[in-house]
């Protein structure tokens, strides 16, 4: 089963952080995993939307009376990135910004909306909560897909040996080898090693037999010196318990030719 790009990785990449070249490679050539990129880059964008309207409102100012536009600094995505990686150790507010020396001067209203526009400023934007919460939330349910998809599937049932015959060349005939009968989740397969085999025109035809009354049911035919063939469901191998390669000609008759070349008894 084909790897796909973590959650984590795709979240992290979401808000900015750099991948490895495999990952890169894989996320330019695989649907899913550029499909879930881009649904927590739309999260990230989102976040970002909610903080230019509310700095926009009035959030900051430059201490000129107009409204100014602050870019998210570095500090917001290391925080955004100790949340999503569980980080307990990670500082919980961002970094005060330093005092201003203007407050000293300015006239006291424009000092005090200053100062308000600085505490605002150390308060963490709401868009940080919300493209966390909502970028750790998908990435948690993404995980459990993920983690359901790339269980392991069950091993496939062993192949059970319900019977051998011992190959042996008619008279005349020149060859030997072995017949395995198998089952494998109910199906049941003619396995057959041969070698020597007589050398002659026409094809090699491989058949089960019913010894007493030589009634035969066809197989498939023989390439090379062995095969493997699926035995009709319901043949009552009891009835057909015989393994027989004739030698058939190319006449159109998909009858035996009664030339056989080889011969065995299937015994359990």
């Not at 990686?85 to 507010?93: E, N, R, S, V, Y």
């Not at 709401?126 to 790339?150: S, Y």
């Not at 020149?174 to 397969?189: D, F, I, N």
């Not at 090699?204 to 035969?216: A, F, K, Q, R, Y």
Request: hydrophobic share 40%.
């Amino acid at each position: 089963m084909e790897r796909h790009c973590d959650p984590e990785l795709l979240a992290l990449r979401a808000l900015g952080e750099p991948v490895d070249a495999d990952a890169a490679d894989h996320l330019a050539t695989c649907p899913r995993c550029a499909a879930e990129l881009a649904s927590f880059t739309a999260i990230v964008r989102t976040g970002r939307d909610l903080d230019t309207a509310e700095r926009v409102a009035g959030d900051d100012v430059d201490g000129q009376g107009g409204r100014v536009l602050v870019e998210p600094g570095p500090e917001v995505w290391s925080r955004i990135t100790a949340e999503l990686a569980g980080d307990t150790t990670a500082p919980t507010g961002l970094t005060p910004a330093p005092p201003s020396t203007e407050s000293a001067t300015a006239p006291a209203p424009v000092a005090d909306e200053l100062a308000a526009a600085r505490a605002r400023r150390r308060r963490p934007p709401r868009w940080l909560a919300v493209a966390a919460a909502a970028v750790a939330g998908v990435a948690v349910g993404v995980a459990g897909t993920a983690i359901t998809m790339r269980a392991p599937a069950p091993a496939p049932q062993a192949e059970q040996v319900i019977g051998r015959a011992v190959l042996s060349p008619l008279p005349g005939q020149t060859g030997s080898g072995t017949a395995v009968m198998t089952s494998v989740q109910g199906t049941r397969h003619l396995v057959l090693d041969l070698h020597g085999l007589s050398a002659g025109s026409g094809y090699l035809e491989v058949w089960l037999m019913d010894p007493s009354t030589g009634g035969l049911v066809g197989l498939g035919t023989l390439t090379g010196e062995s095969g493997d063939y699926v035995v009709p469901a319901g043949l009552d191998l009891s009835t057909y318990p015989a393994v027989d390669v004739s030698r058939e000609p190319f006449d159109g008759n998909p009858a035996h030719a009664h030339d056989s070349v080889v011969r065995g008894t299937m015994s359990a």
